[in-house]
């Protein structure tokens, strides 16, 4: 079964880091499009970053400095560093496999959430 | 800057049609964005319903079809059910690797 399972959301204070995990079972991670999005609580969704199979990376304008994708092929888990956070970074994270590199996300983690807060 | 936009709310009646709407603060939008359309019901995670502007996702039922409408992509839902009513979020590709999500749809069927 194809399944994404994330860890390591929490309570953070201003300026800290956090890293999410997100686990992958059923595929290979590193053969995929791995994407990962937020949801701010009662907000919509906002695309964050993709890694492609080869490598490459990409981040939306409001993390690209902060925030680093990557991966480790071992463990088949895809990560989110994510450093100097804000109030604003207050969300619920998602992974997921996008299978075209292009939005075609056919699974979903269940998300985990992060608070930013002093 | 880019935004893309989705209109706030819609209400459809039971059995209903109702087609809304993605589109770009500025230019048309076309098959060359990859506009995605998902469903969300509270607390759940986004389910994909439509991808690459008119692909269904595997389990999706045929009342929900995705398409270009002048310059916007749009998601139709046919014969519309009470378990329709929740959040929809379009994105689209938009171009160097990146992505935007509209602001999304909170759909009423009453």
């Known amino acids: 079964e194809v399944q994404l399972v994330e860890s390591g959301g929490g309570l953070v204070r201003p300026g800290g880091s956090l890293r999410l995990s997100c686990a992958a079972s059923g595929f290979t991670v590193s053969s995929n499009f791995m994407t990962w999005v937020r949801q701010a609580p009662g907000k919509g969704l906002e695309w964050l970053s993709v890694m492609y199979g080869g490598g490459r990376t990409y981040y939306t304008d409001s993390v690209k400095g902060r925030f680093t994708i990557s991966r480790d092929n071992s463990k088949n888990t895809l990560y989110l560093q994510m450093n100097s956070l804000r109030g604003e970074d207050t969300a619920m994270y998602y992974c997921?496999?996008?299978?075209?590199?292009?939005?075609?996300?056919?699974?979903w983690g269940q998300g985990a959430l992060v608070t930013v807060s002093s | 800057q880019t935004v893309v936009t989705q209109e706030p709310s819609f209400s459809v009646s039971p059995g209903g049609t109702v087609t809304l709407t993605c589109g770009l603060s500025s230019g048309s939008v076309s098959s060359t964005y990859f506009p995605t359309w998902f469903q969300q019901t509270p607390g759940q995670a986004p389910r994909t319903l439509i991808y690459?502007?008119?692909s269904r996702s595997s389990g999706v039922p045929d009342r929900f079809s995705g398409s270009i409408l002048g310059n916007k992509a749009a998601l139709t839902i046919t014969g519309a059910q009470a378990d329709d009513e929740c959040d929809y979020y379009c994105?689209?590709?938009?171009?160097?690797?990146?992505?935007?999500f509209g602001g999304g749809t909170k759909v009423t069927v009453l």
């Open positions: 994105v689209l590709y938009i171009g160097n690797g990146i992505s935007m």
């Open positions: 690459n502007t008119n």
């Open positions: 997921a496999r996008d299978l075209s590199g292009r939005n075609w996300f056919d699974t």
